[in-house]
């Protein structure tokens, strides 16, 4: 066995010394520093908190009274959790609820999620110095859930607007908000992934990033290491309701369009194509004789559309959108809604083997109902005094329960109606009198009804037929 002088180990050992030493720098300079972005940021980013009236429920019905119970009873704290001794329901309460935001203009606009400040009836808007405000919605739009909002205040911090379309997959990104109420808390990560389509909406191509977001960050700001904002926090996938790893942002040149046109002209338009696409699958793009999958394949031409009146067929793929690559199907929505209304641009498409460019002239998103008329979706309401959501019966459902015309659907009970005994499922084809045409009259009824007075409503239900009901409304003052 050899042994190495003493000299020469000395000399390997701080050899080996300063290559750790190098590597330990060179580690240190690849993990960046967030200190600086975030103090200089953190002023323009604000807490949004909302209060919501809630109106009392409905009561027991007349022949029905809480049983007594005793208060060791698990169902004591259920009865008394819904209703007081005399069967009402608890008193009209707020309901209060927490996001985040940030503010783009120094004289006071204000930028955060439509979700944040859906339903409310005030919204406060607190600065990191602590100065509250209460803001005004200036609009919202909930396809691309973004909203804009007004304080009363000048010479504002502001954040620096950047360009989502520069970053890059891997890149750091850092977000500030109010997660569960902890004000300008920071969180970290990557890019994980860029376009993406949610179910929830075609229209915007989220950024998907690793950063921990949790209720109480939406709205927020997402920033690249720049310090400029590339996106607005929205949402996360979740199968527990906490972070899980997927969130998901909305990019800023969405979200600064979708401001601009609401300060300016008080609501959102979206380009429309009118057309029903498919991604391309291997054996589909084998069926066509395509080199590779890739494109959207249109399997509907809706009627009176762009698409239409542009000679679009079903079985052609979009290949191309005014000069833009379309390579999956989730790509062409995004293209079609930035682009303005009426105007012509061309499509390049692949029909039958060869490829043909088509001039469509673009056209206004109509609204959800609209759309699913065209689609043949049936019609929906929103809920109404009577405490119901409705929509227009299928064919097939019309066969089943043996109703030729006329007639609305009960999709979800509340309120009176519930107290009334109506349910899900129920056709309602009479109400005080006047016989259903369909949701427009059905609401046009609704609104009518006098309050604190009983109405005879005619239903057909499922293996029992038509039945009466009395439907009594209290309306509050």
């Known amino acids: 066995m050899k042994y190495l002088s003493g000299n020469v180990l000395v000399y390997k050992l701080a050899l080996a010394l300063l290559v750790l030493l190098a590597w330990s720098q060179v580690q240190a300079r690849s993990l960046p520093d967030f200190t600086e972005l975030a103090e200089s940021n953190s002023p323009a980013v604000v807490n949004i908190s909302t209060t919501q009236k809630i109106k009392r429920g409905p009561r027991l019905p007349e022949n029905l009274q809480i049983p007594e119970l005793p208060e060791d009873s698990p169902f004591h704290d259920f009865f008394r959790h819904f209703f007081d001794e005399d069967g009402n329901a608890p008193m009209p309460r707020d309901a209060k609820s927490l996001g985040s935001g940030f503010i783009i203009s120094a004289d006071g606009y204000v930028m955060t999620n439509n979700h944040v400040i859906r339903d409310a009836d005030e919204v406060i808007v607190r600065l990191s110095d602590r100065r509250e405000f209460t803001a005004k919605i200036v609009g919202s739009d909930a396809r691309s859930d973004v909203a804009l909002l007004k304080i009363d205040a000048g010479s504002l911090p502001i954040v620096k607007i950047g360009k989502s379309n520069d970053l ?12 569960f109420g902890f004000d300008h808390s920071v969180t970290a990560g990557i890019v994980s992934a860029k376009g993406r389509s949610l179910p929830s909406e075609n229209y915007v191509p989220f950024i998907q990033t690793d950063v921990a977001i949790n209720p109480g960050n939406s709205g927020g700001p997402l920033f690249n290491m720049d310090g400029e904002v590339i996106g607005v926090n929205s949402q996360i996938y979740s199968r527990t309701g906490g972070f899980m790893g997927l969130s998901f942002a909305i990019p800023i040149e969405v979200a600064m369009n979708v401001a601009d046109q609401l300060k300016t002209k008080g609501r959102v338009t979206r380009g429309w194509l009118g057309v029903l696409i498919q991604d391309v699958t291997a054996d589909l793009a084998e069926s066509f004789d395509m080199d590779k999958p890739r494109g959207a394949l249109v399997s509907r031409v809706l009627p009176d559309s762009p698409a239409s009146r542009a000679g679009f067929e079903v079985g052609d793929v979009i290949l191309a959108f005014n000069g833009d690559e379309v390579n999956h199907s989730k790509d062409l929505p995004p293209l079609v809604g930035r682009t303005p209304v009426n105007e012509s641009v061309p499509v390049r498409v692949l029909r039958q083997g060869k490829t043909r460019t088509l001039k469509v002239v673009i056209g206004e998103l109509p609204a959800e109902d609209e759309i699913r008329v065209a689609n043949n979706e049936p019609k929906t309401s929103q809920l109404n005094r009577i405490g119901v959501t409705v929509s227009e019966l299928t064919d097939a459902q019309r066969k089943k329960i043996e109703i030729d015309a006329g007639g ?12 009334a005994g109506l349910r899900r499922g129920d056709v309602i084809t009479m109400l005080n009198n006047e016989k259903i045409s369909g949701i427009e009259q059905f609401e046009k009824v ?27 409304i209290t309306d509050e003052k």
């Open 446 to 472: 609704v609104k009518k009804l006098p309050a604190n007075q009983s109405v005879p409503v005619l239903i057909h239900r499922a293996r029992s037929g038509p039945v009466f009901l009395a439907l009594k």
């Open 168 to 179: 890059k997959v891997g890149e750091w990104v850092l977000a500030i908000g109010s997660p």
């Open 408 to 419: 609305v659907l009960v999709n979800e009970v509340d309120g009176a109606a519930a107290q």
